[in-house]
């Protein structure tokens, strides 16, 4: 709350007397000379009826300081003169009348002052009595000087003056005073209306003036029986209601109506009387003691009803002191809330309206005000009461109240008791307070051990003998599958058989511990909730509580599954390699089907490679435990077109991997061919490479659902195979081009070294390669452990180098080695382009003509040696093909070779025959022989790679292999025909250049 000192503080208080001002004391002469002309006015016949000046006067001296009394009396005596005089009266008259109204006036107000005390707003019985007393004796004491003055002066008769004056100045006391003094004290009511009591009000005036028109009737004989009692319950009900303030109205309105009728006629005072005189006198009378009761019972009600407030305020104050200790215990921790719960509850209560505390600065001799309740302005009471602390005074506590003489010495006998309350709570708060920080900081020791416990990323844990939790933090309960902790403890009875995939590990660790005492680095295999299985690292240690009889065991154990994986696929990786020198693809793609089975807790693996064409899957590979055991079927290298495939091609058709944990609720699988074996799980990887999908990878029948740590591990597992089976290929691919380029015998010597030299340098960087991405992946995990203990310990050197500097090298450096790897990789790639394609330029326009007359010519010598039979047939204008007639002579060489060797004798014949097809589109080549013919196992299968019948003598089986894809590469085709005993037919078919 802002504060705010007692000397920066607004007056509060509304003043109870009025300080006199020259504007204030022209207005009280123009008000003066106003009522004064008005009383002339009602003089009649020698009678004044009422004397209203003579209660303005007496008002204003009530209303104002005792001391400004002689400039109020110096105000109104001229204006009395000068009223008197404008009247008709002599200047002596005027000034001896001016001279007794003052007197009155100054003796009256000196009087009822010293009677019934300052202020006064005529709410008390002893102020009206007062005011009684002086309209009836101090008035009567001065009308004798009032009524010498016209007795000296006109001769006038002296008891007539006096009891005109005596009657009509009293009766102005007695109405026109109560009138001006209540409303003046307060006129919250005019300034805040109560539409309830406006209504009422309206209503009161409304049955005031309807009774008033009986009493004071225009018909003077009509009602002659209602007598002026009548407007009795009108008055009460106005005092009852509105107090002085509604009362002093009425009588005042009454006393207009009663003058207007009896001057008139009206009334029954005019009718039952013989004079005016007589009627004003009973007029008089009538108001005199109607304004007497009238004010004695509202006053009487009010003063009970005074009382009546007074006592519930003394017990509400009481019940406050009360309730004090109850709020003090509820706020003992914060001093300003208590004493604004004070405040607050003091005016809610509305024994107040307002109510602050202050704390004092002796130093500054200022008070703060630190809390408050309650509205601004009208009050009419005060009381101060000190808070002493320790003998000294800390704070005081202000109450405002809008009834006058509020605070008597009873309430300030419970507003002490009050301030002892609370000073017994403040200085119960200081008693507290050494122990709340005590306590606070237990709680706040604890709350950074739960905070260091419940933050940790590895489980802490308290074990009993038994093999129950104790406690556990919520990274353990996360860790082994459980939503808290509590769910953890209540679930887990005995960890040896819940928690252990095999509890013997459990019990050796019962053994070291009972040896050491402490067991540090235990490696453990345990279940999750959902049955998966978690590697994990235990610090475990014995110790026993306060009392030493129960022992129990407490430690941390932390995951290690992903570094157990990782060293198993380093493991896994590093025997393939070795298993890769020694077999084929064949047994590399099985063996790596095998150990992703025992990786993944699978039956059933498979290795699929998918076409160019990305449209038809090969299936490469059966795992060993899925050919011996679980499936017959046949299919090794059988091609499977992708849109018939079954859901385990799904990883192809969404191009991510795929878990299907519940195959028979799939409603798009396609069933099993025969002797396959049953699938109820399944997980199936593509393996992607330049965004193209090259292969896949499944695996299936695992006891429980597979998870995406399965997912990952596949993933890595199959990348990894991939590259090793990539290397195979690339190694058997680099052997076929060389021996390619031997038997074919168009390689130069430098084309031989590039393809050693790219062979050679493929190697290493293979492993550079693979081993990069590895070491790549291995520093994103350390780099986690080293800024930990960077944020723990400190900084600390690697490899002579500051860790920070090292955190941002060491990527580059990765980055550095597969970039340098890759552009090796990739000039190795354009060496072995550059030796496959080595003479190889199929853009040239080639004449087949030429192409056979250069081969008979190459060959001549082998011609000669095998027949003497060769012939060649050249049909006129054959079309020119596009291609390289380098290319085109070595298949023709080739094809030549082979039908020599396979001549019986030299009179067997060769023909090559060269003519355009029907449709001149292409160009037929046929070389034929008479040779010894070729059986149809072997003539399928001329074409293999390394397939030869002639291995014992040298044959490498690649001659017809190289040059079919020298044909395929021109996009032709070559075919062959043969009898056994009669000959062997070869057809070359190559398109012609069509014309542009």
Not at 599 to 615: K, P
Request: proline share 3%.
């Amino acid at each position: 709350m802002e504060t705010t000192t007692v000397k920066d503080r607004p007056e509060y208080f509304s003043r109870t007397e009025i300080c006199i001002s020259p504007r204030r004391l022209l207005s009280i002469a123009v008000v003066y000379f106003s009522v004064a002309k008005l009383g002339l006015f009602f003089v009649g016949q020698g009678v004044a009826f009422i004397w209203p000046a003579s209660g303005v006067a007496l008002a204003v001296l009530l209303l104002c300081r005792r001391q400004d009394w002689g400039k109020i009396i110096a105000t109104t005596f001229p204006v009395n003169a000068l009223a008197n005089l404008t009247s008709g009266n002599s200047l002596a008259v005027s000034l001896g009348f001016a001279f007794a109204n003052s007197l009155e006036s100054f003796v009256a107000a000196y009087v009822l002052t010293g009677f019934a005390g300052r202020p006064i707003d005529f709410s008390k019985l002893s102020e009206i009595a007062g005011l009684v007393t002086v309209a009836l004796f101090v008035n009567g004491a001065t009308a004798f000087v009032g009524a010498a003055v016209p007795y000296f002066g006109t001769g006038s008769y002296y008891w007539d003056v006096w009891l005109t004056w005596w009657v009509a100045d009293g009766l102005g006391m007695l109405i026109v005073t109560p009138l001006a003094v209540s409303w003046a004290r307060d006129f919250k009511i005019l300034r805040q209306p109560d539409p309830l009591k406006v209504i009422e009000a309206c209503f009161l005036v409304i049955f005031f003036v309807t009774v008033s028109s009986l009493v004071f009737n225009y018909r003077p004989q009509s009602f002659r029986h209602f007598e002026p009692y009548m407007i009795y319950p009108v008055l009460v009900w106005a005092g009852y209601r509105f107090s002085m303030r509604g009362i002093s109205f009425l009588m005042t309105a009454l006393a207009v109506i009663t003058v207007y009728a009896t001057i008139n006629g009206k009334g029954m005072f005019a009718v039952e009387s013989d004079s005016i005189s007589n009627a004003f006198l009973h007029a008089q009378l009538f108001l005199a003691i109607t304004a007497g009761v009238i004010y004695t019972l509202t006053c009487s009600y009010a003063e009970l009803k005074s009382h009546v407030d007074r006592a519930r305020m003394l017990n509400s104050i009481h019940g406050l002191v009360n309730v004090t200790g109850k709020i003090a215990s509820s706020f003992s921790s914060d001093i300003t809330k208590l004493y604004q719960a004070v405040c607050d509850h003091a005016v809610e209560k509305g024994l107040f309206k307002r109510v602050w505390i202050g704390l004092a600065d002796p130093y500054s001799q200022t008070v703060d005000m630190v809390a408050q309740a309650g509205e601004g302005g009208g009050y009419s009471s005060f009381a101060m009461v000190p808070l002493t602390i320790d003998n000294n005074v800390s704070a005081t506590l202000n109450f405002y109240s809008d009834v006058k003489d509020f605070f008597g010495d009873e309430e300030m006998v419970l507003l002490n008791s009050l301030a002892t309350e609370l000073s017994l709570a403040v200085q119960n708060q200081e008693n507290i307070k050494q122990r709340r920080l005590f306590e606070e900081a237990l709680l706040r020791a604890e709350k950074r051990y739960r905070s260091i416990v419940e933050n940790a990323s590895e489980a802490i844990f308290q074990v009993s003998k038994e093999g129950r939790f104790i406690i556990i933090n919520s990274a353990g309960a996360r860790m082994l599958g459980y939503s808290s902790p509590g769910d953890i403890i209540a679930s887990v009875t005995n960890m040896r058989s819940q928690l252990y995939a095999d509890p013997e590990q459990r019990d050796e660790l019962l053994r070291k511990l009972d040896r050491k005492g402490s067991v540090a680095g235990f490696e453990c295999l345990l279940y999750r909730r959902d049955r998966t299985l978690i590697w994990c690292e235990m610090n475990v240690r014995e110790v026993s509580d306060e009392e030493g009889a129960q022992p129990y065991y407490e430690g941390t154990f932390r995951d290690i599954t992903e570094r157990k994986r990782t060293e198993k696929l380093v493991e896994k990786r590093l025997e393939l390699m070795d298993y890769s020198l020694d077999h084929n693809i064949a047994a590399l793609l099985r063996k790596m089907l095998d150990e992703v089975e025992e990786l993944t807790g699978s039956s059933i693996g498979f290795y699929h490679f998918v076409d160019e064409d990305a449209r038809t899957l090969t299936l490469q590979q059966w795992s060993s435990l899925t050919v011996h055991e679980f499936c017959k079927a046949e299919g090794r290298g059988l091609h499977y077109g992708i849109d018939k495939a079954g859901v385990w091609a799904d990883c192809i058709r969404e191009r991510r991997p795929v878990i299907h944990n519940d195959y028979k609720a799939l409603s798009h699988a396609k069933g099993f061919p025969e002797g396959h074996a049953p699938v109820t799980r399944e997980l199936v990887v593509p393996i992607l490479r330049n965004g193209k999908i090259i292969a896949v990878l499944g695996v299936g029948n695992k006891a429980y659902d597979y998870t995406m740590q399965d997912v990952e591990m596949v993933i890595l597992f199959a990348d990894i195979a991939w590259d090793i089976v990539e290397r195979k290929l690339f190694e058997e691919e680099a052997r076929r081009s060389q021996t390619k380029l031997i038997h074919a015998n168009k390689m130069s010597s430098l084309g031989i070294l590039v393809s050693s030299v790219a062979h050679e340098v493929n190697n290493p960087n293979n492993f550079i390669m693979f081993n990069s991405s590895l070491i790549e992946s291995a520093w994103k995990d350390m780099e986690k452990i080293l800024d930990r203990r960077f944020h723990e310990e400190g900084a600390f050197n690697i490899s002579g180098l500051p860790y920070e500097e090292m955190r941002d090298a060491m990527p580059k450096l990765i980055t550095g080695i597969k970039d340098g790897s890759y552009r090796i990789k990739n000039m190795v790639d354009r060496l072995r382009e550059f030796s496959r394609q080595s003479g190889k330029t199929l853009d040239d326009r080639v004449n087949i003509a030429v192409a056979v007359e250069n081969t008979s010519v190459i060959i001549s010598n082998q011609i000669r040696k095998y027949t003497d039979c060769f012939n060649i047939e050249l049909e006129q204008d054959l079309p020119v093909i596009k291609g390289s007639i380098q290319q085109i002579e070595q298949v023709l060489i080739n094809l030549v070779l082979n039908s020599l060797h396979a001549l019986p004798d030299r009179k067997a014949a060769i023909t090559v025959r060269a003519k355009p097809s029907p449709d001149r589109t292409s160009v037929i080549i046929e070389v034929e022989d008479e040779g010894a013919g070729i059986g149809p196992d072997v003539l399928k299968r001329l074409t293999e790679p390394f397939f030869s019948t002639k291995l014992d003598e040298g044959g490498t089986g690649l001659g017809l292999s190289i040059s079919e894809a020298i044909v395929h590469d021109h996009k032709g085709e070559l075919r062959f025909e043969s009898v056994l005993g009669k000959g062997t037919k070869a057809y070359i078919t190559l398109p012609a250049l069509q014309k542009e």
